[in-house]
């Protein structure tokens, strides 16, 4: 019998049985003896004077327990940690203002908690909401970032000169000079608004104190549990090792359900201490509009030099980010923004510089693409552009940038979120732009069809965009893989990241069963759970295969050597010689039956009696992790046809072609999913969903009525083709791919909406793009 | 999202659900299908003190044919009204609106009578009442009353209906010979609340000349928009793209004055007020002129 491959196989989700069966955990089907429930007091004001929280009537309705202001707080009251330090960018501004778990004397966005209410039931708790007396001084909402960066401008906070939250200047060669030296500049000036993250599942917050044990249990549903314990254990007093951190299924994090520290985080557990009961937070829908963190709008004025031939001399851009009101998640989506705005493509000299604003809105942290989005938007739409002045057509206009195979590593000298420099792993780029002209059959539809359509008096449009995705960076995870002790085989695996739907109970028991030679159902896989395992950090970034499965697969080749070395004292055979294969090891050349199942040389390997050889562990267990030098970089081209009816300003989308590059696939089918699932939120980001909010900072459709999500119907078909150019960064070859299908997805909607529309002349430099807006650029064109 | 405290009935009878009604006044609330009000109390926006739930008044539910045309109990299924029969062949204009009305697992649960009573300008429901010109019948402990489409829908979720009156009964007339129905709408996602939608009912005589017409259109006001001048602009006159384009046009300038809002401006919906008139419009004149009412 001889190892079968497991990596790379379209190997079904294990997880899918007890996730369509209502069997999977989830934060919310926690339910404790005695358990009281929360809500929460929520500023209706985007920026007022908190004077006065009056909660006297609330503490007596029948069924309250407690109610807690700021003032309650004492000690515990105080702001949210400054998660993600700012990289060592010369010059730079940074300006840290983070949350704080309740409202003391300001109030500055819709939605803020100010008072906490415990009661016995969740229904009680909203009853008595209405019971606080609330005195407050409204102020001037900060909404419009240009506006806000006025003199005079009121403030958010008050302590600092003005809303800058952040000002940085990142240079590459000398953008002045090449500029004057270029045959052609573009200028323009783009809008790139996004919205919520919009998981299935909303937040949710489980916490019990065991006062026997000493032991604090908390169902939180986050991305980055061990991190959520560690912070927990710091602010509460305790031990880290008294604090177990649970995030079962959750359903869905996209970024906002990362180590946040979000106030009913912090206060769900210091209330079940206190009050000696188990308490439960289960965010709602509405709540979710205001409270849980968002992305928004940035504004780009940015250029580009070119020679004749269409070949970039340079790039600049100055960019206004809208951080809300307060910044804990510090620079990483801006910066992902001006990093990801180089994308595959060699831009010798390049001048990036932004302004992080605050607002009083919602706190924005990474979605899904985490900024990303704006920068591919910018570099793809000034491509369009400079295509349509030197005409030259848009696929040869990128193709004569993008960078060559033998540039790689190639570092672009800027700094990416991580600290380090923006450097690419590697990347084959052209190849994947010919498969995608290939797949949408770009010449012919441009050549035949098009023209054939258009006289017959149909608008259809053909776009095609390329990106780059800095992914999978460190600083390290961590695994435990364990051979059972016992009859047949089975395998344990721990590790720390927490798992949102991605299907990392697949991939990484499909690591695992390669490297030990067993099947994936015998592979047991337990994650974000702190009490099994509690060294790393999370599931972001794009980086739970790449840091998460590396190091599964280091726990796992450590198990292997064990099962080796003890097999060949067994078998009386060098470890050369030894096939591990069907769950057993066995002689090559030998009788498989004649060989050791894995159970069975487990129980050999923790022996109840006799002697071991010195410096023996016992067990076929190891711990081990990965940490890589620096992100590895996932590529890909998305295609799409459209038709747009100029009357109604409606917009279908016919076929969308997807080439992407994430280095050696673990699970085709998975990277499917993820792409689906990616493309699906990028149409949404394009065409269905915005933040729409008012000048007083009033969001105006905080509901799924009026924040629109693209349905099953909406999304349509999406082809996909898998290329595997691997990373030298980690022992898989792997790069992420959590985040890449909804990067380009608005600029390839502008450039296809566009070529759709060419006979108006009209020009697309705004996402998203709703028939409304697309109605008026119609007519602003005409 | 927990609705405050309320006090919830089911009545089994329509006197019995008449009776509580009466008995509470403008407290209480009727629950048909429930999909605009549970989350309207769940938001707390609706506080009803006491809640009339009639999904239990099984005498409510109907669907027949009756003096040539077709008549509705209240509590009937959108669902079940969408695969009738009936419908298709009675009033096939509501046949036609009807998988407009949100999602299939809504139309499962909402009602006829539930959409009209809500009056929520942004429903086919209405429009399509108004432009067949709808008679409802309304009771209450007191007595019985007939009131017709125009007189029905007051304004923003805002109907005839008395405080203790129950819309029991919805019948659409039948449709004269040579007449041809239409609807079309444009939401954001299909099933979405309507940007704008039309319902058109076009008349004609053996000439083909247009003697009646009726377009009603909905999201533009506060209420279904019966479109006079774009109406009067039909009589008499044969189809040809100018005069549709003339009426269209009429209809987006003259009849309405549409609001704007996050999904909309006001200019965009006179847009499409204009486009899907006329397109409604083609498709009505079509079945007007090759099929008998009957069996479009």
């Not at chain 1, 869905?252 to 210091?270: A, C, D, H, Q, S």
């Amino acid at each position: 019998m001889e190892p079968r491959r497991q990596i790379g196989e379209r190997v079904r989700r294990t997880e899918d049985a007890r996730l369509l069966t209502g069997h999977a955990l989830f934060v919310d089907d926690v339910r404790l003896d005695g358990m009281l429930h929360v809500a929460f007091l929520r500023s209706q004001y985007a920026h007022a004077r908190l004077v006065r929280v009056d909660a006297t009537a609330a503490r007596r309705r029948p069924g309250v327990v407690a109610v807690y202001t700021a003032a309650d707080l004492g000690d515990y009251w105080r702001p949210g940690p400054l998660l993600v330090p700012p990289p060592p960018i010369a010059g730079l501004v940074f300006n840290a203002c983070t949350q704080v778990p309740l409202a003391k004397d300001k109030l500055r966005h819709v939605g803020e908690p100010i008072a906490m209410v415990v009661a016995e039931s969740r229904y009680l708790a909203e009853d008595a909401l209405d019971d606080i007396v609330l005195q407050a001084e409204p102020l001037p909402a900060v909404v419009d970032l240009e506006a806000a960066l006025r003199d005079g401008a009121t403030r958010v906070h008050e302590h600092l000169p003005s809303n800058v939250a952040a000002h940085a200047v990142q240079r590459k060669g000398d953008y002045a000079r090449a500029a004057r030296g270029a045959h052609t500049v573009i200028k323009r000036r783009f809008l790139y608004d996004r919205g919520a993250s919009a998981a299935i599942e909303n937040r949710a917050v489980v916490a019990q104190w065991d006062p026997r044990a000493e032991e604090l249990t908390v169902w939180d549903t986050t991305q980055a549990p061990i991190p959520i314990r560690n912070g927990l254990a710091q602010l509460l007093g305790l031990l880290q090792s008294q604090v177990r951190v649970v995030a079962p299924f959750v359903g869905g994090g996209f970024g906002p359900k990362i180590m946040m520290y979000y106030p009913e985080e912090v206060l769900v557990p210091w209330a079940a201490m206190r009050l000696g009961r188990p308490v439960k937070w289960t965010e709602d829908r509405q709540e979710n509009f205001f409270a849980t963190t968002q992305e928004r709008g940035q504004i780009h004025d940015a250029e580009i030099a070119l020679d004749k031939r269409g070949k970039i001399l340079g790039v600049r851009d100055v960019f206004l980010h809208d951080t809300g009101a307060y910044d804990p998640y510090g620079l990483t989506v801006p910066i992902n923004s001006q990093c990801t705005l180089l994308g595959p493509y060699e831009v010798p000299n390049y001048e990036s510089e932004f302004t992080a604003v605050f607002t009083n809105k919602t706190i924005v942290t990474p979605v899904r693409g985490a900024g990303r989005q704006h920068g591919v938007f910018v570099i793809e739409r000034l491509l369009d552009f400079a295509a349509k002045e030197l005409k030259i057509d848009r696929v040869e206009i990128r193709r004569r940038n993008l960078l060559r195979p033998d540039q790689f590593p190639f570092n672009n000298e800027i700094l990416f979120q991580d600290s380090a420099p923006l450097t690419y792993d590697s990347g084959d780029y052209e190849p994947a732009l010919d498969q995608a002209l290939e797949l949408i059959d770009y010449h012919r539809f441009v050549r035949e069809e098009q023209p054939r359509l258009r006289a017959a008096g149909r608008h259809v449009g053909i776009g095609i965009v390329c990106y780059v995705e800095g992914t999978g960076i460190g600083p390290y995870e961590g695994a435990r893989v364990t051979v059972e002790p016992g009859p047949g085989v089975r395998v344990r695996l721990a590790t720390g990241v927490g798992t949102q739907g991605q299907g990392h109970f697949t991939s990484f028991a499909q690591i695992v069963a390669e490297v030990l030679g067993v099947e994936v159902a015998d592979v047991h896989v337990i994650t974000g759970d702190t009490r099994e395992f509690h060294w790393g950090t999370g599931t972001f970034a794009s980086r739970g295969a790449v840091v998460a499965g590396s190091a599964c697969h280091a726990a796992a080749t450590r198990v292997r050597e064990k099962i080796l070395e003890l097999a060949s004292h067994e078998l009386n055979a060098s470890t050369a010689d030894l096939v591990l294969a069907g769950g057993k090891v066995h002689v090559r050349g030998g009788d498989p039956s004649g060989g050791i199942a894995l159970g069975a040389l487990a129980v050999k390997a923790n022996p109840l009696r006799g002697a071991v050889r010195p410096g023996t562990e016992p067990g076929l267990e190891a711990t081990a992790y990965f940490g890589p030098d620096r992100g590895s970089t996932a590529s890909g081209v998305h295609a799409m046809l459209v038709e747009v009816d100029p009357e109604t300003a409606q917009v279908e989308i016919k076929r969308y072609v997807v080439v992407h590059d994430c280095g050696r696939v673990i699970n085709p089918m998975i990277v499917d999913g993820q792409i689906h699932g990616g493309v699906a939120h990028g149409i949404g980001n394009a065409f269905y969903e915005q933040l729409v909010y008012d000048e007083e900072g009033q969001l105006l459709n905080a509901s799924f009525m009026d924040y629109l999500l693209p349905t099953a119907t909406d999304v349509p078909h999406i082809e996909t083709a898998h290329r595997e150019t691997r990373s030298p960064l980690n022992p898989l070859g792997a790069k992420g791919v959590g985040e890449a299908g909804a990067i380009p997805t608005g600029a390839l909607f502008a450039q296809a909406v566009e070529d759709a529309l060419s006979d108006t002349g009209l020009e697309i430099c705004e996402i998203p793009l709703s028939p409304n807006q697309l109605f008026a650029l119609i007519e602003r064109a005409r | 999202m927990k609705p405050a405290p309320f006090e919830y009935f089911a009545p089994g009878t329509v006197d019995e659900a008449l009776a509580l009604l009466a008995e509470h006044g403008d407290e209480a609330k009727a629950l048909a299908g429930g999909q605009s009000l549970i989350p309207a109390m769940n938001f707390r926006l609706a506080r009803p003190r006491v809640l009339v739930d009639l999904n239990r008044v099984e005498a409510l539910s109907y669907i027949r044919s009756e003096k040539g045309g077709v008549a509705i109990g209240a509590m009937t299924r959108q669902r079940a009204v969408e695969r009738s029969d009936v419908i298709a062949r009675g009033a096939p204009l509501v046949a036609e609106a009807m998988p407009s009305i949100a999602h299939p697992q809504i139309r499962n649960r909402g009602t006829v009578g539930g959409s009209l009573a809500h009056a929520d300008p942004s429903a086919e429901l209405p429009a399509v009442a108004v432009a067949l010109e709808t008679r409802f019948r309304a009771r209450s402990t007191t007595g019985e009353r007939t009131i017709v489409a125009d007189d029905f829908f007051k304004g923003m979720l805002e109907t005839a209906l008395e405080p203790g009156e129950l819309l029991v009964d919805i019948a659409f007339p039948p449709l004269p010979p040579r007449t041809g129905t239409a609807f079309l709408e444009v939401a954001r996602r299909h099933g979405d609340y309507a940007l704008v939608g039309v319902a058109a009912v076009v008349t004609l005589d053996a000439q083909g000349l247009c003697t009646a017409a009726r377009i009603v259109l909905l999201s533009v006001g506060d209420g279904p928009v019966l479109a006079a001048e774009a109406g009067k602009t039909l009589m008499g006159q044969s189809r040809s793209d100018d005069l549709l384009r003339a009426v269209a046009d009429r209809a987006a300038n003259r009849d309405v004055d549409p609001p704007s809002d996050i999904h909309a401006s006001a200019a965009y919906r006179r847009r499409l007020v204009a486009v899907l008139t006329r397109r409604a419009l083609e498709r009505a004149f079509e079945r007007a002129e090759t099929k008998q009412p009957r069996n479009q």
